[in-house]
């Protein structure tokens, strides 16, 4: 059984996103080694909410230049 959250960033949509989301939670986990954990673990809706999607493919398809300017 999955959990309806994973309560890691204080932001309901961020946790539920780790919860339901398997690339996202692996996402969390790289940042996790660059920044807190709160915001590690939120990074993926960020970047979800910038690309409309988290698809791994697509992502490493992307022009990096375009990818960068995204996360920033």
Known sequence: MTPA???WTG???AD???ATDANA???????DQQVPV???FSG???LQE?????DPVRI???DPEAFVAICC
């Not at 939670?25 to 940042?31: A, E, T």
């Not at 910038?50 to 988290?54: I, Q």
């Open 5 to 7: 959250t994973i309560p």
């Open 11 to 13: 932001d309901d949509e």
């Open 16 to 18: 539920r996103l780790l």
């Open 25 to 31: 939670l692996l996402i969390g986990f790289v940042l």
């Open 38 to 40: 709160q915001k590690a």
């Open 44 to 46: 993926p809706r960020v």
């Open 50 to 54: 910038r690309l409309g999607h988290l």
């Open 60 to 62: 490493a398809e992307m």
